[in-house]
């Protein structure tokens, strides 16, 4: 079983592997409905990151780790603004904004709980 530690370490990696195959599938939507090597690459990209996911899970409590993962968001924006040169608006900004805030008030509880439990 992994350490708290490891799992959250797990649940990011998770992240940026989603974040992967999300940027592969757009790729790969340009040609549907053949499937293509990115859409190939997005799927297993993303069966893999599930198996992260799943394993982190054993090392640490769901509503903690999960929240994490909706970081994805945040980087899949800032990616498709890197790769794909979509924009960024101010409601697409204050969105992130929000995203990011509320996982990081959702890290600091899980943290804050933990200390108290313990």
Do not use: D, N
């Amino acid at each position: 079983m992994p350490s708290k530690k490891i799992a959250v370490l797990l649940v990011v990696l998770t992240t940026f592997l989603t974040t992967t195959a999300q940027l592969f599938f757009k790729e790969g939507s340009q040609y549907l409905p053949k499937l293509t090597a990115f859409l190939f690459f997005g799927i297993l990209i993303y069966a893999f990151a599930s198996l992260l996911l799943v394993y982190a899970f054993k090392g640490g409590e769901v509503s903690s780790l999960y929240p994490i993962m909706a970081s994805s968001y945040l980087w899949v924006a800032v990616f498709a603004w890197f790769f794909f040169q979509e924009s960024f608006t101010l409601f697409k900004l204050l969105g992130l904004g929000c995203i990011f805030m509320g996982v990081s008030l959702l890290g600091y509880h899980a943290q804050q709980s933990t200390e108290v439990l313990s």
